[in-house]
């Protein structure tokens, strides 16, 4: 079993920067890619970024590119999320997530996440 917990969410205005973080415990060594999601009301969920666990490849969904940044701290269990330029669009709850088994292509699917965090509230006022 795998236990994430975000933080790091809130309220913020248009063109400021968030930082999102996810502190991963259990058997984090069977994590094989993490990411982030996100669902705003009346939308389904969608893939801001991903990652494999041990580093190097990452993607990234349509509504982060060129602002999000995701990096992660294995020493630690930690994922990082770094939002810039953030817009009301942006409001939503974000999900850290993790996948466990072997993927040489980063899933953006959530079906193949098996483990989430609670979620964390991100807003953006205009």
């Known amino acids: 079993q795998v236990q994430l917990v975000e933080s790091g969410g809130g309220l913020v205005q248009a063109g400021d920067s968030l930082r999102l973080s996810c502190a991963a415990s259990?058997?984090?060594?069977?994590?094989?890619?993490v990411g982030w999601f996100r669902q705003a009301p009346g939308k389904e969920r969608e893939l801001v970024a991903a990652?494999?666990?041990?580093?190097?490849?990452?993607i990234y969904g349509d509504c982060a590119k060129g602002r999000f940044t995701i990096s992660r701290d294995n020493a630690n269990n930690m994922l990082y999320l770094q939002m810039n330029s953030l817009e009301p669009e942006d409001t939503a709850v974000y999900y850290c997530?993790?996948?466990?088994?072997?993927?040489?292509?980063?899933?953006?699917?959530?079906?193949?996440?098996?483990?989430w965090g609670q979620g964390t509230q991100v807003t953006v006022s205009s």
């Open positions: 259990g058997r984090t060594s069977s994590m094989y890619v």
């Open positions: 990652m494999h666990w041990s580093g190097g490849r990452t």
């Open positions: 997530a993790a996948a466990v088994g072997v993927y040489l292509v980063i899933p953006s699917s959530q079906r193949t996440y098996q483990y």
